[in-house]
DNA sequence: GAAGTCAACCGGTCAG
DNA sequence: CTGACCGGTTGACTTC
């Protein structure tokens, strides 16, 4: 179903599926053609007369029930290349297309119309895939956020109990951090700029991200994996 | 036999 | 009004 570098998508669609009116019943007909000759090409070449005619032939619903036309691999080829080139075809590029591959204009018509449709199908489903990614991470990130919260109103109940080394005594709440390396919260020394580090009994932490920069709003996962698809 | 695929259809919308 | 396009749907055919 896939061809080449250009993207196809199907999806089932759960529901309602009425009775078909009859008009469409007997133009389903009229599309699908009895082969003439024997061969696939011959089938389809067979469905390059007029609508008109064909419906006159056929229209009546007394024909046989016929098989469903299916596009050869070089007419599937030339129309995802032509599809590459351009998704929508001016009249003149469809009737050149149509002749070239021995298809009815308006089939070249359908085929766009229906490609287009996967493409579109194609990207909202991965949209949908990406969307859900997105949300799983803001769920883990919100629960680590809280967790993060209760730790610290934890420490503001009980005291403080990161002691500085400079001066061994309790360091205060507000000066608290995360350490990024480890993700545990210890203190930042106001006056040590950006980047200091702070040991915590047994461990030193690198402190650069303050508490309230991880409380920012959550940068996308790139989109760059699907950008480029269609 | 159920689920998937896809050409073809219909009805609606919109630009020219 | 007409033609192009779209979303939704159908049904023949294929695949699992």
Redesign the pocket.
Known sequence: ?ETSSSL??????P???????L??????L???QVPSGEGEEEW?TA?MED?EEIGGVNGGGGGQ???????TKEQ?RLLEESFRHN?????RQ?DALALQLK??P??V??????????S?LRQTEMECEFLKRWFGSLKEQNRRLRKEVEELRAMKVAPPTVMSPHSCEPLPVSTLTMCPRCERVTSAAVDKGPTTTVTTGDSTHIIAATLSSKLRAPTLPSRQSYAACQ
Request: aromatic content about 6%; cysteine-free; overall charge positive.
């Open positions: 179903m196809e998508l199907t999806i089932s669609m529901g309602v599926s009425s009775s078909p009116p008009s469409s019943f007997v133009r389903d009229d599309i699908n389809i469905g609508e029930p016929r098989k469903k036309l299916r596009l599937s998704h929508t075809l001016n009249p469809k298809l009815r308006r089939q018509e359908v085929w766009f119309q229906n490609r287009r449709a996967r579109k």
